[in-house]
């Protein structure tokens, strides 16, 4: 085999793992969440957590919501302690998923990331 036979394998397999990587980013995003444990623990009382600014909370969120904002998640995590079931929730799912993150890191269990506060809402209204 030839060096330039090795660099086109080398290259292919490159650019089908690129593809696979874009694939399931792609899914990701596109795909519909699977809300059957965000509405399982809506059931109970959760800790419901609105990581959306001040200014965003205020012009509407889940009712029983309190706001800690995403850059206040790290250094509030007594709030979080001792809490059977924790949703966060934002306006599009990226920064509760960044809360949870977090959440995760400092050993806070049971956190689910709910996505959007309109979601999490219209799950709890059909309860």
Known sequence: M???DLKQITLSILFISILFIMFGLLKNLFSQPDNSAVLEALRGKPFLVDVRTPG???SGSV???VNIPLDEVASRLKEFKGKESIIVFCRSGNR???AKAILD???IPNVLNGGTWDQV???KESL
């Open 2 to 4: 030839s060096k330039q």
């Open 56 to 58: 965003e909370f205020a």
């Open 63 to 65: 009712q029983g919501a």
């Open 96 to 98: 509760s998923a960044q």
């Open 105 to 107: 890191r400092n050993g």
């Open 121 to 123: 809402a219209a799950l």
